[in-house]
């Protein structure tokens, strides 16, 4: 079984500043792919960022970066530059077959 | 259409009545999700389908909750005999076979009154 925990029910930051949001995850499989969706109001889930388990270098997209802990099970988004359209809520996701979602994390961004 | 296509996009109903939800996935995607994500929560695992694959069902909440996918394409989740929590919107996502990029439709809002 996976398990996906986002143990920041919320989190908020200035904007121009730097957020990260936490990640951890559970699997007994060593070949998988993780995720974090950005899902505003609109509820579309927007793809952030992805990451290949077997790949040791984090992934980058523009201002967004993670931090990947495959031994420690850690997978932390950081967003740079905070802007008030990356206001929304934050997904963590884990794919091995089937799509493990934790629980979210609203993110407030502040002018 | 490019993307991950559900219809309809909003549906109210009276409740007891059924009601069908599809989802037209990415072409050539062999795998295909149906999530359920009420107001305020997090995403709930419906069912998942994966190429000719018997599919995982465990998500399912009842009996009254069935979903398939013919030809390999498009998926139908049906409700029957709606009932008030079961107001939602139901999110569908496709995949390629490697599950290494995941997308989502817009979601079917599903109000039963």
């Known amino acids: 079984a996976q398990t996906v925990t986002q143990s920041q029910p919320e989190m908020s930051v200035q904007e121009a500043e730097t957020v990260t949001l936490s990640c951890t995850y559970d699997?007994?499989?060593?070949?998988?792919?993780l995720f974090w969706y950005k899902q505003p109001p609109s509820r579309q889930m927007i793809l952030v960022i992805r990451?290949?388990?077997?790949?040791?270098q984090n992934a980058t997209e523009n201002r967004f970066s993670v931090n990947f802990q495959k031994a420690a099970k850690s997978f932390s988004l950081k967003i740079s530059d905070s802007q008030l359209g990356d206001a929304a809520m934050y997904f963590c996701?884990?794919?091995?077959?089937?799509?493990?979602f934790g629980q979210g994390t609203i993110l407030t961004v502040h002018p | 259409g490019a993307g991950v296509s559900q219809s309809p996009s909003n549906k109210v109903t009276e409740k007891g009545k059924d009601v069908e939800l599809r989802c037209d996935p990415i072409?050539?995607?062999?795998?295909l999700y149906w999530y359920r994500q009420s107001l305020g929560q997090g995403l709930e695992f419906l069912i998942y389908?994966?190429?000719?694959?018997?599919?995982?069902k465990s998500g399912l909440p009842s009996d009254r909750f069935s979903a398939e996918r013919t030809g390999g394409s498009v998926s139908t989740l049906t409700i029957q005999r709606t009932q008030q929590e079961d107001s939602a919107v139901y999110l569908c996502?496709?995949?390629?076979?490697?599950?290494?990029?995941?997308?989502f439709g817009e979601g079917s809002w599903l109000t039963v009154v």
């Open positions: 996701a884990l794919s091995y077959g089937k799509l493990t």
């Open positions: 389908f994966q190429g000719n694959s018997a599919p995982d």
């Open positions: 699997t007994s499989e060593s070949d998988y792919y």
């Open positions: 990451q290949e388990a077997y790949k040791q």
């Open positions: 072409s050539g995607h062999t795998a």
């Open positions: 996502a496709s995949s390629s076979s490697t599950g290494n990029t995941i997308y």
